[in-house]
């Protein structure tokens, strides 16, 4: 059973429990905000999590939440919804604001403005998940436009919507078994 557990609060910051969630511990000194939208925990490492602030963009913590760093070298500094890291490779990280959707493959020091040609702008990007077997597939829910995948790092998008009669996505998963 996990031991090391994370819950990301929209008004009291993020919280870390050691004991499978048996105790919980906040840690959010040094975030820019309290309400975070999103939290993403690196498949290779446990204590390196990346949290969505609803105002103040993504911030990174290399030990567990115990201290945080801005992420905003080429990131708009906004309301991020979204944040994830890719399973296969620990470095490529997404976040999606309504403004778009932008990567980093150096573990969130620098991010690159994607294209996004396809998506719907204006619509809050509320969730990700990333092909466990390639970063460069990425899926994308939406506030309102549904799903949308790219198969090329976020450059371009496609809707992914066949049988999807609720547009409101707020979140995603890939089954263990579809890896």
């Not at 040609?117 to 092909?131: E, M, N, R, W």
């Amino acid at each position: 059973a996990p031991q090391v557990l994370y819950a990301a609060t929209s008004s009291a910051g993020v919280y870390r429990s050691t004991d499978g969630g048996h105790g919980w511990s906040a840690v959010s000194t040094g975030l820019a905000a309290t309400a975070v939208r999103a939290l993403a925990v690196g498949p290779d490492d446990p204590w390196r999590i990346f949290v969505a602030l609803c105002s103040g963009g993504v911030f990174r913590s290399a030990d567990g939440g115990s201290s945080w760093t801005a992420l905003t070298t080429g990131l708009v500094n906004a309301g991020v919804w979204a944040v994830a890291i890719s399973p296969s490779d620990p470095q490529v990280v997404y976040a999606g604001i309504s403004g778009g959707v932008y990567q980093s493959t150096n573990g969130g020091n620098s991010w690159g403005v994607a294209v996004n040609s396809g998506l719907a702008t204006g619509k809050g990007f509320t969730a990700l998940v990333i092909d466990p077997a390639d970063p460069n597939r990425v899926y994308l829910g939406t506030d309102g436009s549904g799903v949308y995948l790219s198969t090329d790092g976020g450059r371009r998008w496609a809707a992914a919507n066949s049988g999807l009669t609720d547009p409101q996505v707020h979140a995603l998963a890939i089954g263990p078994a579809s890896a």
